[in-house]
T-cell receptor, first 112, second 116 residues
């Protein structure tokens, strides 16, 4: 699996948009970009994923650059409950045995 | 949506004893489940892939005789930490994927193991 690089930590003011970057310069053509988050002492939670087009769901938006070497997760209106470690993972889509390998992630601290 | 239940959420055991952690897929069948371990302030580390009806596949450096995995049904995988020692104290998390066509993995809420 391709490796990802994320900032160690970020701060965001409550109510503002949180933009979390991720570099995945060695991503291959069949690999998707997945985002998960982990609130303290809980299991990870799926947020969103994409291949090359931008994606949006009820939780977040995912912007993938045209060359697919980086992406940004956007939480449009961050709340205190969004404080968590956010993991960007690249993985090929198919197969039930596909493993998710976690990097170090970004600790997002939403400030009141 | 897909739900994965993990039990117990917390366990304290004495050094030298064994502890079993259960991971259940509540509303779907999972031929494959994954077990992770997480030490404080660190990321999740994949320990093994649990396969229903066959032997688990362990990641490099994980002792298969210490961390016994059994996946006897399509909805249940168990991880047994044998002869636990204080250094085995950690947060253990399981994960499953509802089907090959489902794009995301669902995680359990984790088990906090403390060995005293």
């Amino acid at each position: 699996d391709a490796k990802t690089t994320q900032p160690t930590s970020m701060d965001c003011a409550e109510g503002r948009a949180a933009n979390l970057p991720c570099n995945h310069s060695t991503i291959s053509g069949n690999e998707y970009v997945y985002w998960y988050r982990q609130i303290h002492s809980q299991g990870p939670q799926y947020i969103i994923h994409g291949l090359k087009n931008n994606e949006t769901n009820e939780m977040a938006s995912l912007i993938i650059t045209e060359d697919r070497k980086s992406s940004t997760l956007i939480l449009p209106h961050a709340t205190l409950r969004d404080t968590a470690v956010y993991y960007c993972i690249v993985r090929s889509r198919g197969g039930a045995t596909n493993k998710l390998i976690f990097g170090t992630g970004t600790l997002l601290a939403v400030q009141p | 949506g897909a739900v994965v239940s993990q039990h117990p959420s917390r366990v304290i055991c004495k050094s030298g004893t064994s502890v079993k952690i259960e991971c259940r897929s509540l509303d779907f069948q999972a031929t494959t489940m994954f077990w992770y371990r997480q030490f404080p302030k660190q990321s999740l580390m994949l320990m093994a892939t649990s396969n229903e009806g066959s032997k688990a596949t362990y990641e490099q450096g994980v002792e298969k005789d210490k961390f016994l995995i059994n996946h006897a049904s399509l909805t249940l995988s168990t991880l047994t930490v044998t002869s636990a020692h204080p250094e085995d104290s950690s947060f253990y998390i399981c994960s499953a994927r509802a089907s090959p066509s489902r794009d995301n993995n669902t995680f359990g809420s984790g088990t906090r193991l403390t060995v005293v």
